[in-house]
């Protein structure tokens, strides 16, 4: 037998061998804890929802799963520690659509986030507000872009800093609606937003703050999301305010290093779109402000893919960076 052909065959040999491997290291699965990845601080949304989610499969799979906040550099340390992990379905990542569709953009990665995870199941999409502050003349959105176009260049608006997904939705707004607001940030959303209640800045995009608009000390005036925000009936979506256009404020996913073998992951994605099933698991997502939206892995590809080059065409466009 020839060299090329005792390759050949044993390549064939060490292929079958691996399908064997996955194949009954799937049938085992899960048989150890799941270490889940929130690329965030502790506190935050994205926490609130790995936690549901955690909370959720621990009692559909029988397996204990941690939620380990690894917060940095716009989740991409986090993100890269998944990335680096065993492909044996026990480090997975709740990752979001910064990390995927944004920060690639903007600076080089010493991982490829689109290559190295593979997409597990779209979990929901993020909500947000656009906010301003109460001594801004405007009732409505019309009212506001109105006045903005009356006072080009003299209206501020906050994000939690440069090259963040609140400044590059705010500049999808202004690029839509034609306005001049000139763009201050800041160290965090927690500082943005005490901009903005100030009166330092006039306007804000964001999740933070939502509870400020229910309570009166801010105005919201459309929502960045799918639906209206229950605690802020009468305030549209984009969509109602007649921005048809514009995208849905960003989203949740879960995520596993590439190689980790299909079955695992397909057994993940069915276990979570079981769990939609269940309304205490979907009041529970929205109790902390998402939109359930589930995705299985090729549909979510998809999208990913969809937001990368969209996102990408919107930083270009607009001169964004993290500078």
Known sequence: MTFKKLVTVGSLLAMSALLASASVQAQ?????????????????TADAVGRVLSEALTKVTGATIVVDNQGGAS??????????????????????????????????????????????????????????????????????????????????????????????????????????????????????????????????IDTVVISQAESGALRGLAVFGNARIPGLPDVPTMVEAGFTDLRSAGWTGLFAPKDTPPEIVEMLSMAISGLYADQAFIDRLTSVGVDPDFQDPRIFADSLAVDFAYFGDVIKAAGITEE
């Open 28 to 44: 085992d699965y899960p048989s150890q804890p799941i270490r889940l990845v929130v690329p965030y601080p502790a506190g935050g």
């Open 75 to 204: 989740g991409t340390i986090g993100a890269g520690q998944v990335a680096r992990a065993a492909p044996d379905g026990y480090t997975l990542l709740l990752g979001a659509n910064s990390i995927f569709a944004v920060v690639p953009h903007l600076r080089e990665l010493d991982f490829d986030p689109n290559a190295d995870l593979v997409p597990v199941a779209k979990i929901a999409d993020s909500t947000r507000l656009l906010a301003v502050h109460p001594s801004v003349p405007a009732e409505t959105m019309e009212e506001f872009i109105a006045y903005a176009k009356a006072n080009p260049g003299t209206l501020n608006y906050a994000s939690s800093g440069n090259g963040s997904t609140p400044q590059i939705l705010t500049e999808i707004f202004k690029s839509a609606a034609g306005v001049d607001i000139q763009h201050i940030p800041y160290g965090g959303a927690g500082p943005a937003m005490n901009g903005l209640l100030s009166g330092t800045v006039q306007m804000m």
